[in-house]
């Protein structure tokens, strides 16, 4: 799902990047607060829909199932509030279904799921890749369920990132 351009504040896609990124910095009580947050602009049902077409898959690489997902690139360290829903979510993806419900812990879950996916197929395409795909002449691009936003390429010859200015003392109590 690569945005074209960003998306307006307190959006549909500008709420389901927030909780995109916090799900991949392991957030995951903040990207659930984050939807409770935004229910009265963005109903719970719409970023339902959202979620489910952002996280649809078209086609699974051969061999890969939900049970090595799970096993492979599910994170080490999940709430318990968190943990079945994932497993859930994980199966639901594969079976083309809908997200569970329209919950923000159902919403994370579901995210948490793709971003597992991603990651299982990534390794997947990495170990069986020989050295000579590794060009970065010829990448071969992946459609991946989840778009974190990160440039494909990093341009070493880009200008640094200016200072963000000097860091002020914290306020007195």
């Known amino acids: 799902m690569p945005a074209t351009s960003k998306p307006a504040p307190g959006s549909r896609a500008a709420v389901l990047d927030a909780v995109v990124r916090s ?19 963005v109903p ?36 318990d509030w968190l943990d079945h829903q994932i497993d859930n979510e994980i199966h639901r993806i594969f079976a083309r279904q809908p997200v569970a419900g329209a919950s923000p812990v159902q919403l994370v879950a579901r995210v948490v799921a793709a971003v597992c996916i991603d990651v299982s197929v990534d390794t997947m395409d990495a170990a ?22 990160a440039p494909d390429t990093i341009d070493l010859d880009a200008p640094p990132v200016p200072e963000a200015g000097p860091l002020l003392p914290p306020p007195p109590r």
């Open 128 to 149: 069986t890749r020989s050295p000579d795909d590794l060009e970065a002449t010829t990448p071969t691009p992946r459609n991946r369920l989840i778009h974190l936003g």
């Open 44 to 79: 719970p049902e719409e970023m339902a829909e959202l979620v489910t077409s952002a996280t649809a898959a078209e086609a699974f690489p051969p061999g890969i199932t939900p049970a090595e997902v799970i096993a492979r690139s599910k994170p080490h360290i999940v709430p």
């Open 23 to 41: 799900v991949t910095e392991g957030r995951y009580r903040y990207a659930q607060l984050l939807l409770l947050w935004h229910r009265d602009r």
